[in-house]
């Protein structure tokens, strides 16, 4: 089987792997997504769906260090790498006799698609990948079918990181998160931003005046209670209005089948009137 990689690089394997090892949370999340979870032997330390992926043996990745020993003592047929990861760590894999298969990061949800497809081949699961797939372009489209109702789009506020509230990191324009808001029937306040991601001081955030605040940095311990306290943010009608939610940023930040699951989410907290 011979197949091309998210590097341009042609990848060969004699056969279906039996023993993968993950180096990136979203490679994990989806090769238990296509059916090759039991293939696995090893994953990243940052990975922690799902949760049956936590008995794997850790090969590191903390600082973007990983263990290359323990990855070779697993002995595995195949390493799958994403963009976490560097060409020169799949080059030291390579020099070990070791062979990767790198995944570039999807867009769009329509370019996520292929890749499934393809893991689903590599890995021998293909009609599993297929199935998947068809079940996520049925769940986009029902959202679609919703958000195609409705007449208000509320202005949201992502929050990557607000350690300084005074300059809170968020989600600029072509993001997974700013392409999401918009398909769940929201408009993103990061939209302004000439990156991808940045800061925001507190006086534009204050024009912008979000109806809804997300907390993608809730699981490093921001709460709306935090948010509320902050100098200057009472002004603000997501503030005013109790608008404020924690959000999973794991389902947003993985570019793997959990970000439809993240568009589900959102389309609820911007319009929970279509759920009703």
Known sequence: ?????????????????????????????????????????????????????LTLADVGGSMGTYSY????????????????NTPEQVKALEDLGITVYYIANPTTLDTLYPIL????????????ATTLVESLKARVEAVNAKTATVTTNPLV???LDGSDPGKPWTAGPGTFIDQLIIMAGGK?????????????????????????ILLGDSAYGAT????????????????????IYAFNDDLI???????????????????????R
């Open 188 to 212: 993103n306040v990061g939209s302004v931003l000439s990156g991808s991601w940045a800061q925001l001081s507190v006086e534009e955030l204050l024009v912008q005046n979000p109806e809804i």
């Open 117 to 128: 497809q393809t893991m689903g081949q590599i890995t021998g699961h293909e009609e599993t």
């Open 253 to 275: 930040s993985r570019a793997g089948p959990r970000l439809v699951d993240a568009l589900e989410v959102l389309s609820r907290e911007l319009h929970p009137e279509l759920y």
């Open 224 to 243: 709306p209670d935090m948010v509320t306290a902050r100098a200057g943010w009472n002004t603000i009608d997501a503030v005013k209005n109790g608008k």
């Open 157 to 159: 506020f992502y929050e």
């Open 69 to 84: 020993e323990v990855i070779a003592s697993l002995n595995p047929d195949l390493v799958v790498a994403a963009e976490i």
């Open 1 to 53: 089987m011979v197949f091309t990689d998210g590097l341009g690089r042609t990848v060969t394997l004699a056969e279906t792997p039996k023993r993968i090892v993950s180096m990136a949370p979203s490679a994990t999340e989806i090769l238990y997504a296509v059916g090759a979870g039991g293939q696995m032997v090893g994953r990243d330390s940052f990975t922690n769906y799902p949760e049956a992926s």
